[in-house]
């Protein structure tokens, strides 16, 4: 049988005996000296180290509030379709960022007289052309 060891009306350890008597015994002897228990009693289902026996009335100790596990927001994985959508957005948006760069780095080029216009790429003389003939016509609106 499960037996409580009792301090001040709290069950502070258990252990199991073949009778009550005997665990009355180990008490009498001071087996639970060092913890200086009151007593013992028989331990009824469901009730442990925590809970309370007042006058023969076993209390549950209060349990505290446990917050069950939200469930993460899932997101929905994206269909075959947005996702080559998604692809052939930033492959585009790759594209341009790179005929930018091209541009402004042959303009750069151009306009240092390292390279001649005609030796740029054909996909990038028309853009290139237009960038120095922009860069041309802000520095005659400053002055310069």
């Known amino acids: 049988m499960n037996i409580a060891i009792i301090k001040e009306n709290e069950v502070i350890n258990a252990a199991v005996f073949d009778d009550i008597e005997t665990a009355r015994q180990f008490h009498e002897m001071g087996v639970w000296a060092e913890s200086a228990a009151d007593g013992v009693a028989e331990l009824p289902d469901g009730f442990g180290i925590g809970d309370s026996y007042l ?12 917050d069950e596990p939200q469930e993460p927001e899932t997101v929905p994985e994206p269909s075959l379709e947005e996702k080559v959508a ?12 790179n005929a930018e760069f091209q541009t402004d780095f042959y303009m750069r080029l151009v306009s240092k007289d390292i390279i001649d216009i005609e030796k740029i790429p054909d996909n990038l003389k028309e853009n290139v052309t237009l960038e120095i003939n922009k860069t041309v016509d802000v520095k005659k609106n400053e002055g310069g």
């Open 55 to 66: 006058g023969g009335e076993w209390v549950k100790k209060p349990q505290p509030e446990i």
């Open 86 to 97: 998604q692809l052939e957005k930033e492959i585009s948006e790759l594209k341009k960022s």
